[in-house]
Each structure stands twice: as C-alpha cells, then as structure tokens.
C-alpha cells in the first residue's frame, strides 16, 4: 500500500513538473537571440535614488533596447544614467548586427525599441508596420583601422594593394554596406582613385564578418591587415589598432534612427528611452564616446 | 497488470511522447514553413547557396580523407598498443567531443593564427598563414569530427580477436598484409559508420570554422555558414536561411539512415 502512494505522488509529481516549467518560463522576459553575433543582454539595476519629475507619474517597468553593435558601450553607460533618472525601470539591451536585430524584430522578437545603424534597416522594420516615426540621434564617421603592429596598409589607397587581408562586415550590416559605398565612391570618374578601385579592394576582401565588433576583433587579433569599423570602435580598441581616416571626399556619413517599436510591450518607458536619447542628456553620452549630431 | 504496473507504463508511455513530440516539432515547423515560403526553389538556386552547399561537400570529403589516413594508424594504436601513454593518448583524442565548437576555434587561432604558437613561426620562415583559406576550414572540421572516426574505429580494432592477426604473421603475411587481409575486413562495418559520423559532424561544423576560417562565399562558407549570414541579413534573409536549413535536414536523414544500416552490423556501435 504504501508504495502504491509513493508511487501515485511520484507520478503525479512527473505529470505536473512539466507545467510548472511552462508557467516558470511564462516570466521569462530575456529576448530570444535567433543570431550568433555577439549579442549582450544586461539588466543594469538602478542604484541611486533620484527624484522622479513631480510633474508626471514616476515610469517604471522593464524594456528591451534592441540596438547596433556600435552602440554597445554608448548604450550600456545611457542605461544606467536613465535608470538612475527612472528608479524602477530596467533597461535590458540586445547588441548585434541592425540587420539580424531588423529580422529578429519582424520575427516578433519581443523588443520595445530599435536603434540601428542606418535608415536601411530601420526600413525594413518600418516596412512591415512595426515601428513608426523613426528619428535621428546620431552619426558616426567610417575610418579604416590596422593592426598596431606592422601593416601593409598605411593609407586609404594601399586597400587596393594585392595581397592585402581584407576584412569587412557583410553588405548588409550598414558598416558593410557604407564600405562597400566609400569603395564606389573612390572609383567614380574624375574624382576618384581609379575607375576599378573598388574591384581591386573588394579582390582583397577575406572574410564578411556578422558585426562591426567582429572586423574590429580580426584587426585587434592581428588576423586581418585592415578592416573598416566606425571611429567610435577605434577608440575603444585604441591599444590595438591604428586609425587610417578616409579622405572627406570618399567618405559617407552614418546616420543612426531610433524608434520604439509597435509591439513594445512597455510603450510609455519605451518612447520615454528615445525621448531621454534624443534629449540633452543621451545626446551628451553620445558626444563623449564620439558620436556626432544628428543633421 | 496490477495498478502499479499500470501507473508505471503510463508514465513512461507519457514521457516518451512527450520528449518524441519535443524533437518532432521543431524538424516539422521548418519542413511546414520551407515548403509554404514561394522562394524557396529559386533561393536553392541561387550561386551564394550552390556555393555554400559544394564548399561543404568536398571540405567534409576532405576531411573525411585525411581523418582515415591519419586516424587509422591511432585507431589501431589505441586498440593495440600496452604503453602507458594509451590512457593519455585516448583522452587527448576524446576531447574535442566534449569540448565546444567555439572553443576549439579558439583554440585553433591561439595555434594557427598569425601570432600564434606554430602560425606566428612558419609565418616567419615561409609567409604562408592558415587564416581565410579553405585550408581553414578542413582544419576546423577535421579537429572537432576525426575523434568520432577514431572512436568507432578503435571499437571496431578492439572487436577483431588478435589470435586472427597472431596466425596470419605464423603464416608468414607482413604486418601489413595482415592489417588489409584480416584486421579491416573484419572491422569495416565499424570504419564505415565511423565515416558516416565524422563525415556528418564535419557538414555541420560552424563555431569552429566561422572563428578560425572566417566567412567568405565559395572559400568558407560553408552551409552553417551560409545560415548565419542568411539570419544576419544577407541578401538571402531568412526564407534562405530555412531553405538552406532543409537541405541540411534532408542531409541529416540520410546520413543517420546509413549510419543505422551499417551501424547495425558493427559490433557495440548500435
């Protein structure tokens, strides 16, 4: 008899585990990362108290910031400023790609903003109606980057050298596809280096890396001879790289929209996190890791 | 039945549909979705997906090559041999199974990257580097799939009665007769699902392969690498990344359908 009910509790307890880990997972708010770029998901938690503005009601709540690789640093520093403003608001972040978060989001991936690299990509979300109203808050200057120790490359031209280790990120990734534009750029008749420029460096191109964060790792390894990478990055791999500016004529300018998404499950934080990017105090982070205006 | 008994199989019987439906679902939803997407055919065709799928078949091929030339004579070592190296040697062969893929591309650029232990050094003497070549990849695929060759090859030594070998050379035959004349023939069902399996993890091999080779159409993408780049944004977007995918799946069926069948007849693989 008695192991009769030992038994029955044993089984019932095999019946409902499964759905107590169903209903565990319910709470689970981490977004779900279809792609393999390295992507960082930090809850920063508010540790100072602040004074909420007397004038509104205190926001609270969680949001996911699904932002380009480029913001990693930037971001990460916005998060703790605004939940220092807005205690009882956390601000989780997914880095990678703005082309795999664009697809990750029409996936249905539950984010609540999109801050990506350039209008391409924020396109592609506005597109299928999940955000509306993109604004500008920043842009950034693509710069050529080499290893610190010694490089074939020591000018914008020397690209085009055969033999060069090229790496650049994928021409969707906007740093991809604004390379790829300067290397166009640098072609054109009159202005331009030479009319197959960008047939020459893209025959040295070894790798399309997922992130700007990748190229910047295979110049840091020593791996590649060059890559192209926002100045932003540059800094932030001082020690191992060197920077190579493209010349002004050659160059584009990226232009960084932000937007809280349609299916931003803590809508009133979520434009509240654009607002405070777009506001004095986001703009002032940004300007500090190099960052510049919108225009 | 008593109750007991009865309350016992239910229980089983419920688990083992659960966990079936779990591995079920997943294979399902792509077939469903590769099969509803309208781009699906022409995304097979496109030059960035035929690449991707030749790269892997003839990198696999490769590595499926030098993982017999070079792991037969270790099988049998490992079989064979009584110095007390063996234990080590096993273990050392053992690990890249349990090791991640990520980490054994790591492992590989610390190795064989340009300022690595042996990279750095032949870099100096002859400029080759190992970095963004096909050689690359062969190199990522055979470290993390030539131990599943070995292993099935070493049971497959160890199930061959050393009498048969110990006759043959009283016999007269050369070591190396004996090796082609009787150890093989009679090991072969456990080589050959040992190829099937090294074979199989070498077409799926990604973590290694994207750290160490990088990722370059028609040089080294592979299929997994085609995947990636397809969910990151490349121009095949993600219905390429599901087509892809289910070529991979069709691949995957065959290969466990040959292993199964050949497996069957070597013995303590099954």
């Given amino acids: 008899m008695k192991s009769l009910l030992r038994f029955r509790l044993l089984a019932v307890g095999l019946f409902a585990a499964p759905a107590l880990i169903f209903a565990a997972c319910g709470n689970d708010d981490s977004p779900p990362n279809t792609s393999a770029a390295p992507s960082l998901t930090v809850a920063a938690r508010s540790s100072a108290t602040a004074v909420a503005s007397p004038t509104k009601a205190p926001l609270t709540g969680d949001i996911t910031v699904f932002a380009a690789a480029s913001l990693t640093d930037t971001f990460k520093e916005a998060g703790k400023a605004f939940e220092k403003a807005n205690p009882g608001t956390k601000v989780a972040f997914n880095f990678a790609s703005s082309s795999a978060l664009a697809t990750q989001i029409n996936e249905g991936a539950p984010a609540d903003v999109f801050a990506s690299a350039d209008s391409v990509q924020m396109q592609v979300v506005t597109d299928k109606g999940n955000a509306t109203a993109p604004a500008l808050f920043a842009t950034n200057l693509p710069v050529v980057v080499v290893p610190k120790s010694a490089s074939p490359v020591q000018s914008f031209s020397d690209l085009a050298k055969p033999g060069t280790r090229l790496v650049l990120a994928g021409p969707e990734v906007p740093i991809g596809k604004y390379a790829r534009d300067i290397f166009i750029n640098a072609s054109k008749a009159g202005s331009g280096i030479s009319p197959d420029f960008s047939d020459r460096v893209l025959a040295n191109l070894k790798s399309n890396e997922a992130n700007v964060r990748a190229v910047l790792t295979k110049v840091q390894l020593g791996e590649a001879d060059a890559g192209i990478v926002y100045s932003t990055d540059a800094s932030v791999a001082a020690n191992d790289v060197k920077v190579i500016q493209i010349p002004t004529q050659y160059n584009v300018i990226a232009t960084y929209p932000i937007a809280a998404l349609k299916g931003a499950k803590n809508a009133s934080t979520a434009r509240a996190w654009v607002v405070f990017i777009l506001g004095a105090d986001g703009q002032a982070i940004l300007a500090k890791y190099g960052f510049g205006k919108p225009q | ?270």
Avoid at chain 2, 41 to 51: F, K, N
Avoid at chain 2, 74 to 85: C, D, I, N, S
Avoid at chain 2, 105 to 115: D, E, K, N, P, Y
Avoid at chain 2, 224 to 247: D, F, H, K, N, Q
Wanted: aromatic letters at 8%; hydrophobic letters at 55%.
């Fill in chain 2, 1 to 270: 039945m008593s109750s007991n008994d009865r309350a016992a199989t239910a229980t089983v019987v419920f688990l083992g549909l659960a966990f079936g439906v779990f591995f079920l679902v997943p294979f399902a939803g792509l077939i469903d979705r590769a099969l509803h997407e309208p781009r699906t055919w022409e995304l097979l065709s496109t030059s960035q997906v035929q690449q991707a799928l030749t790269l892997s078949l003839w990198t696999s091929t490769a590595t499926v090559g030098l993982a017999l030339l070079l792991g037969t004579p270790v099988a049998y070592l490992l079989a064979r041999a009584r110095f007390r190296g063996v234990a080590a040697l096993d273990a050392l062969i053992d690990l890249p199974i349990v090791l991640p893929p990520t980490v054994a591309g790591v492992a590989l650029l610390t190795a064989f990257g340009r300022h690595g232990l042996v990279g750095e050094p032949i870099e100096a003497w002859t400029g080759f580097t190992f970095g963004f070549r096909t050689l690359a990849v062969i190199m990522a695929q055979l470290l993390v799939a030539a131990p599943f060759y070995v292993r099935a090859a070493k049971s497959g030594f160890e199930a061959v009665d050393p009498q048969f070998e110990k006759v043959a050379h009283t016999l007269g035959a050369s070591r190396a007769r004996t090796f082609f004349r009787i150890t093989v023939p009679q090991a072969w069902p456990a080589l050959l699902a040992g190829i099937v399996l090294c074979w199989a993890r070498a077409m799926g091999e990604l973590g290694a392969t994207l750290i160490f080779a990088g990722n370059l159409e028609g040089k080294t993408q592979t299929m997994p690498l085609a995947v990636i780049s397809a969910l990151e944004g490349s121009s095949l977007g993600l219905a390429g990344a599901i087509a892809l995918s289910l070529i991979l799946l069709c691949v995957a069926l065959v290969v466990l359908v040959l292993f199964r069948a050949v497996a069957s007849r070597a013995p303590g693989l099954s």
